[in-house]
T-cell receptor, first 112, second 117 residues
Framework: DAKTTQPNSMESNEEEPVHLPCNHS???????IHWYRQLPSQGPEYVIH???SNVNNRMASLAIAEDRKSSTLILHRATLRDAAVYYCILRDWAGANSKLTFGKGITLSVRP | GAVVSQHPSRVICKSGTSVKIECRSLDFQATTMFWYRQFPKQSLMLMAT?????????EQGVEKDKFLINHASLTLSTLTVTSAHPEDSSFYIC?????????????FGPGTRLTVT
């Protein structure tokens, strides 16, 4: 599996936007960029995914560089509930049964 | 979104005993489920891929005779930790995706915290 690189941690203020970067310089043409997050003592939850174009959903936006070697997860207005570990994962699309390989992720802290 | 449940949420057992953890997809069917283990302050580590009606595929370094996986139906996979020891104490998490391929994301269970004394 292609690897991703994320900073260890980031701090943000409540109600401000947060940009979480991810580098994936060895991404292949069939790799989708997935983001999951894990709140303390819970299982991970899906945030967003994309292939080439920027994506938006109710939780976040995903900005993908033109060369696809990096991406940024954008939380438009951070809340205290967004404090979690965010994982950027490359997933070779082989159907719903393709596995996810988690890296260390980035720990986001949100200040009130 | 789709829901995956795990039972029990917490279990404490004595060293040498076996523990069974259930993973159920509540509102979708899945031919494949995944089992992860997570130690404190660490990331999730994939242990095995559970395949309905066939043998599980284990990741390198995971003992298949110690971590028995049974995927008996399209909504249920079980992980049995046999002859548990304190070093098996961990947070065990399962995940699955709908087999109809309509959704790309994986849905995770809430996890089972195993403590072996």
């Amino acid at each position: 599996d292609a690897k991703t690189t994320q900073p260890n941690s980031m701090e943000s203020n409540e109600e401000e936007p947060v940009h979480l970067p991810c580098n994936h310089s060895t991404i292949s043409g069939t790799d989708y960029i997935h983001w999951y997050r894990q709140l303390p003592s819970q299982g991970p939850e899906y945030v967003i995914h994309g292939l080439t174009s920027n994506v938006n959903n109710r939780m976040a936006s995903l900005a993908i560089a033109e060369d696809r070697k990096s991406s940024t997860l954008i939380l438009h207005r951070a809340t205290l509930r967004d404090a979690a570990v965010y994982y950027c994962i490359l997933r070779d699309w082989a159907g719903a049964n393709s596995k996810l390989t988690f890296g260390k992720g980035i720990t986001l802290s949100v200040r009130p | 979104g789709a829901v995956v449940s795990q039972h029990p949420s917490r279990v404490i057992c004595k060293s040498g005993t076996s523990v069974k953890i259930e993973c159920r997809s509540l509102d979708f069917q899945a031919t494949t489920m995944f089992w992860y283990r997570q130690f404190p302050k660490q990331s999730l580590m994939l242990m095995a891929t559970s395949n309905e009606g066939s043998k599980a595929t284990y990741e390198q370094g995971v003992e298949k005779d110690k971590f028995l996986i049974n995927h008996a139906s399209l909504t249920l996979s079980t992980l049995t930790v046999t002859s548990a020891h304190p070093e098996d104490s961990s947070f065990y998490i399962c995940s699955a995706s709908p087999m109809d391929g309509t959704r790309y994301e994986q849905y995770f269970g809430p996890g089972t915290r195993l403590t072996v004394t």
